[in-house]
């Protein structure tokens, strides 16, 4: 059961507000949603200074693969990328659920994780 979250607008990527690192370490969970790529956004700086913090909840990014992203309106794009309400929840469940080591079934590799 999920008790509470939070959602954080960081504003910037680089530096990371050191607030970040005690709002994370209140929780079980932290997943970064990126309207772009993964690779070298938000969640990637965001990961990093959690680990030099020795803050050891788990972060989990969603965001666009680093490949070519076939055209599409953007609500589309964001449901076929696991990035729309749904999705975003779903991952934060199954991320949960990998947290306390239990099989979380269908939700398994989820396309925003891919």
């Known amino acids: 059961m999920i008790d509470s979250g939070d959602v954080v607008d960081p504003r ?3 530096p ?5 690192a005690d709002l994370a370490r209140a929780h079980r969970l ?3 949603v990126e309207d772009g790529i993964r690779a070298g956004g938000v ?4 990961a990093q200074y959690l680990s030099r913090r020795g803050v050891s909840t788990p972060v989990r990014t969603l965001g666009l693969p680093t490949r070519f ?5 953007r609500d ?5 990328y696991g990035l729309d309400p749904e999705g975003i929840a779903a991952a934060v469940l199954d991320g949960l659920a990998d947290t ?4 979380a079934g269908p939700l398994r590799g ?3 994780q891919r």
């Open 12 to 14: 910037w990527v680089r």
């Open 16 to 20: 990371v507000n050191p607030a970040l």
């Open 30 to 32: 932290v997943v970064p």
């Open 43 to 46: 969640g990637a700086a965001l």
């Open 69 to 73: 992203v076939p055209h599409g309106g």
């Open 76 to 80: 589309e794009l964001l449901g076929r």
């Open 100 to 103: 306390h080591g239990a099989d």
């Open 110 to 112: 989820h396309p925003a």
